[in-house]
């Protein structure tokens, strides 16, 4: 990852966090994706939750601009199989759900903005997926 890709990503993500209609985007999208993460959702209070994910990708971005992976770390714990039991291949919908709803809602996504977005916080959902 260059320098530039958390720059990139911090700012593409600045132009879209301040909207909860973001996360609303976001989270139809996600849970249109499987009738299993529907249901994993089905009991949980979505307006807390919209805001918990937003500063769960903060986690990401910050990571990428070279935090220390402790906040990640913890989240791979509550996501792994003695917690929410989230399988690994369902980071995939996840990424992708957010990628939709960042070239939807960011009025300057390009494709650049996209690549960088993969380089800088795939090796974080990494470190979350892997901790299953
Ligand atoms: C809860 C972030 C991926 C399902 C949470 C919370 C955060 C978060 C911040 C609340 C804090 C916590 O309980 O630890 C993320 C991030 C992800 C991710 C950053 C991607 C890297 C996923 C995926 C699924 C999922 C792929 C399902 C397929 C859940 C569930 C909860 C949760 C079921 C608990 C909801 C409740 O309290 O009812 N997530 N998550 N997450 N996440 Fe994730």
């Known amino acids: 990852m260059q320098r530039s890709d958390s720059d990139i990503v911090f700012q593409s993500y600045g132009r879209?966090?301040?909207?909860?209609?973001?996360f609303v985007d976001f989270y139809d999208r996600f849970m249109g994706s499987s009738k299993d993460i529907r249901a994993l959702?089905?009991?949980t209070d979505m307006k807390a939750q919209r805001h918990l994910l937003r500063n769960g990708i903060m986690q990401l971005?910050?990571?990428?601009?070279?935090?220390?992976?402790?906040?990640?770390?913890?989240?791979?714990?509550?996501?792994?199989?003695?917690g929410y039991n989230i399988h690994p291949e369902w980071?995939?919908?996840?990424?992708?759900?957010?990628?939709?709803?960042?070239r939807q809602h960011d009025k300057e996504?390009?494709?650049e903005?996209?690549?960088?977005?993969?380089?800088?916080?795939?090796?974080?959902?990494e470190i979350i997926s892997q901790a299953y």
């Open 16 to 22: 879209c966090c301040n909207t909860e209609q973001f």
């Open 41 to 43: 959702f089905a009991n």
């Open 61 to 82: 971005v910050l990571h990428a601009r070279g935090m220390p992976d402790t906040k990640l770390r913890a989240l791979g714990k509550s996501h792994d199989r003695n």
């Open 91 to 102: 980071y995939r919908l996840w990424f992708d759900a957010l990628l939709a709803t960042l």
């Open 109 to 111: 996504f390009t494709p």
């Open 113 to 125: 903005i996209e690549a960088a977005w993969n380089r800088a916080i795939l090796p974080g959902i």
